[in-house]
C-alpha cells in the first residue's frame, strides 16, 4: 500500500509560481514512476509531467519550458515547480504513484490561477 499526500495548491496571478508536493508512505520503495495529473471542470484528466525511478522526466507540450518535475528520494516525495501560470492551468492537481499496470492516486490540490 502506498499512501500519496498532495500539498502546495492555491491561488495566484497570472506570471505566478507555486510548488507543488507530494510525499509518499508506504511500500514506496515499489514505485515504479510518478506522475502529476491535473483535471478542470468540464475537462478530461491528464498527464502534466512524470519522473520515473531513474529520473527521466517528460512534461506535456503546454507546460514545457514552465513545469520542472523532480524528486527528492530522503524525504519520499515529488515535486512539481510551476512558473509563468497561466489562466488556463488552473485545475486540480493529483499525484500518482505507478506499480506495475496500477498504481495509487493521491487527493488532489487545487490550483487557481486567476487575477
Known amino acids: 500500500q502506498v499512501r500519496l499526500v498532495e500539498s502546495g495548491g492555491g491561488l495566484v496571478q497570472p506570471g505566478g509560481s507555486l510548488r507543488l508536493s507530494c510525499a509518499a508512505s508506504?511500500?514506496?520503495?515499489?514505485?515504479?514512476?510518478m506522475v502529476w495529473y491535473r483535471q478542470a471542470p468540464g475537462k478530461e484528466r491528464e498527464s502534466v509531467a512524470s519522473?520515473?525511478?531513474?529520473?527521466?522526466?517528460d512534461y506535456h507540450d503546454s507546460v514545457k519550458g514552465r513545469f520542472t518535475i523532480s524528486r527528492d528520494n530522503a524525504k519520499n516525495t515529488v515535486y512539481l515547480q510551476m512558473n509563468s501560470l497561466k489562466v488556463e492551468d488552473t485545475a486540480v492537481y493529483l499525484c500518482?504513484?505507478?506499480?506495475?499496470?496500477?498504481?495509487?492516486w493521491g487527493q488532489g490540490t487545487q490550483v487557481t490561477v486567476s487575477s
Open positions: 519522473i520515473t525511478s531513474g529520473g527521466v522526466t
Open positions: 500518482h504513484a505507478g506499480i506495475g499496470l496500477g498504481g495509487y
Open positions: 508506504g511500500t514506496v520503495f515499489s514505485i515504479h514512476y
